[in-house]
């Protein structure tokens, strides 16, 4: 079946820019994680959500970023007036959500450059 | 604060030797550990995982070990495939209180040369 999948595949945008990243879990998963990773750098829990309870925001850098979940579908991850530091490789990852011992499957990930 | 440690960037390993890639971890609260693998341009796949209830794991090539009391744990990949060359990456959770959230180190590049 599909795997996770991520648009756009690079972004690139100006300094102050805002912008939209998107995330389409595996059918059925009802946990969805959203991390980053910096160049050089390890992945960088963001943002968790599972199923109708409140997310888990507590990764989140700054109020610039915020996510939302259709469901127990799509998500988007919002970064609003864009800055340098926020260059990256963002991950999105799903997981069944039924357990505590479960494998998270990745997305390949959205390159955002800030120029 | 890093949690999750890998202190090696890079390991170069003959085809059919052994690869073994460390990590350390600084959180005793961590119970469930998993080491991913990540090719370029795509995400990280899962590989293998580990409760803490256990000090080892294996399946098939790979094997996961545990030392609680040094906090620290590896992998091994036995023979070692030119395949096998990507981007590890260790994993831990603390379910109890941080329900999925994973803590990922830097990653080791492996390369397996012929």
């Known amino acids: 079946g599909a795997g996770v999948s991520q648009s756009p595949s690079n972004k690139v945008t100006e300094k102050g820019k805002d912008v939209e990243l998107r995330c389409d879990p595996i059918?059925?998963?009802?946990?969805l994680y959203w991390y980053r990773q910096r160049l050089g750098q390890g992945l960088e829990f963001l943002i968790y959500?599972?199923?109708?309870?409140?997310?888990?925001k507590s990764g989140l850098p700054s109020d610039r970023f915020s996510a939302e979940r259709t469901g127990e579908s799509v998500s988007t991850l919002t970064i609003q007036r864009t800055q340098q530091e926020d260059s990256a490789v963002y991950l999105c990852?799903?997981?069944?959500?039924?357990?505590?011992?479960?494998?998270?499957?990745f997305g390949p990930g959205t390159r955002l450059l800030v120029l | 604060d890093q949690q999750v440690k890998q202190n090696s960037p890079s390991l170069s390993v003959q085809e059919g030797r052994i690869s073994i890639l460390n990590c350390d971890y600084t959180n005793s609260m961590f119970d469930y550990f998993l080491w991913y693998k990540k090719y370029p341009a795509e995400g990280p796949t899962f590989l293998i995982s580990i409760s803490s209830i256990k000090d080892k794991n294996e399946d098939g090539r790979f094997t996961v070990f545990l030392n609680k009391s040094a906090k620290h744990l590896s992998l091994h990949i036995v023979p070692s495939q030119p395949g096998d060359s990507a981007v590890y990456f260790c994993a831990a959770s603390d379910r109890r209180s941080t329900l999925g959230r994973l803590y990922f180190g830097r990653g080791t590049q492996l390369t397996v040369w012929p």
């Open positions: 059918s059925g998963h009802t946990a």
């Open positions: 959500f599972q199923g109708n309870s409140a997310p888990d």
């Open positions: 990852a799903s997981s069944l959500g039924q357990g505590l011992q479960e494998t998270q499957y």
